[in-house]
């Protein structure tokens, strides 16, 4: 019971903590929080890559969004996050996996090489999801 705006249900039996069980007559509403998508475009290699990348930027725009979520796409942003040792969470599939994410209430930080940054935002709209973008 998660008190009068929440859910309630019946445990078909018990269990510890972390482990899965079974609930039923369930009822009540969930709000729906969907989290934020932050684009960092990384600059394409003709523009410089990595190389040319900002990385006390980088750990600014990390600080400030607070991600529960990273993903890199592109040749430019996946050796700026390998040069700077920080992990991804996803670097297949990025769009589709950061829209995902958002959708179960998590931020995510997308770093996207040139002109994918520019779909990235495309295709987060689309889905009329919140989003950001910012330049390195």
Known sequence: ?????????????????????????????????TGKITVIRVP??????????????VLDLLNINKSQKLGAMGTSAKALMKKMDIKCDFEFDVIQSSMLAALRGLNVTVFASGGMAD???????EKKLSCQCFML
Do not use: H, W, Y
């Not at 394409?44 to 930027?57: F, H, L, P, T, V």
């Not at 779909?119 to 709209?125: G, H, I, M, S």
């Open 1 to 33: 019971n998660k008190g009068t705006d929440g859910i309630t249900g019946i445990a078909v039996f018990g269990g510890i903590k972390g482990e899965d069980i079974a609930v039923k007559d369930v009822a009540g509403d969930i709000e729906q929080v």
């Open 44 to 57: 394409g290699i003709i523009e410089g890559g990595s190389r040319a990348a900002n990385k006390d930027k």
């Open 119 to 125: 779909r990235v935002l495309e295709k987060v709209k």
